[in-house]
């Protein structure tokens, strides 16, 4: 029974398509169903009729009994009709939403890991030989003096990895400092080279107002006040 019945959905899988196939089931349910529900209710109503108290054996009950049962059979099958098909509407429309989702799910952009991600340019040692020149001997430890090179080295090296504006105030206490010998005409040539030393792009906007130093620079170059 089990196989005839296969057979039978494939064939109208064929013919009317697989949403259809997969329906009816639930369609041939849902239409008996309905089906054994009105016929219930029509016995019952054959049955409270006043003409058929006299018994099956009374012409005009049985008469009577059958012209409303064929009324209510065509009924049956009106409704049951009815049911199906506003059924199979409800089932097609949402298996066709179904159906457009799944393309877009495939088409959503995947995540690239980030491990292709481009790692930032990494800097150059900061060239200690070309900014030496600029310092006096004394801040770099002659003459029992402290040797503050190093650190305004190892400050640098922490400063560069900022915004070029905090490089800027940099250069900019370096200049103003009473630590600096050779030192050049201009802060716009200052900024350039020091820039270049820190291999660091150099900025456009090279006026000295701009890097006025914050707090957190004048703490960390506190030996060039």
């Known amino acids: 029974m ?10 109208i899988g064929r013919i009317f398509g697989p949403a259809v196939e ?9 239409a008996f169903g309905s089906i054994g529900v009105l016929f ?6 054959i049955y409270s009729d006043k003409r058929f108290g006299d018994g099956w054996g009374h012409a005009e009950a049985m008469a009577f009994m059958f012209q409303r049962a064929s009324v209510i059979l065509m009924w049956l099958v009106l409704v049951a009709l009815v049911v199906t098909v506003i059924w199979f509407a409800v089932y097609m429309v949402i298996n066709s939403r179904t159906e457009n989702r799944k393309p877009q799910l495939e ?3 995947t ?16 060239d200690e030989e070309k900014l030496k020149p600029y310092f006096k ?21 922490h400063i560069r990895k900022g915004p070029a504006t905090d490089v800027g105030r940099a ?13 050049p005409q201009t802060f716009a040539r200052w900024m350039r080279a020091f820039f270049e030393i820190l291999d660091v792009p150099v900025p456009k906007d090279m006026s000295q107002n701009k890097y006025e130093p914050t707090k957190e620079i004048k703490d960390r170059l506190y030996f060039l006040q």
């Not at 995540?111 to 800097?123: D, G, M, N, R, V």
């Open 2 to 11: 089990k196989v005839a019945e296969n057979k039978c959905l494939r064939t």
């Open 171 to 183: 250069a900019y206490m370096i200049y103003n400092s009473s630590h600096m010998t050779k030192k």
């Open 107 to 109: 088409s959503q952009p």
């Open 40 to 45: 219930v209710t029509a016995l019952v109503l």
């Open 137 to 157: 001997a004394s801040f770099k430890g002659m003459g029992q003096n402290i040797n503050h090179f190093p650190d305004l080295i190892r400050e640098l090296e």
């Open 22 to 30: 997969k329906a009816m089931p639930v369609m041939l349910k849902v």
């Open 111 to 126: 995540i690239q890991p980030t491990a292709e991600l481009k790692e930032p340019k990494s800097l150059a040692p900061i």
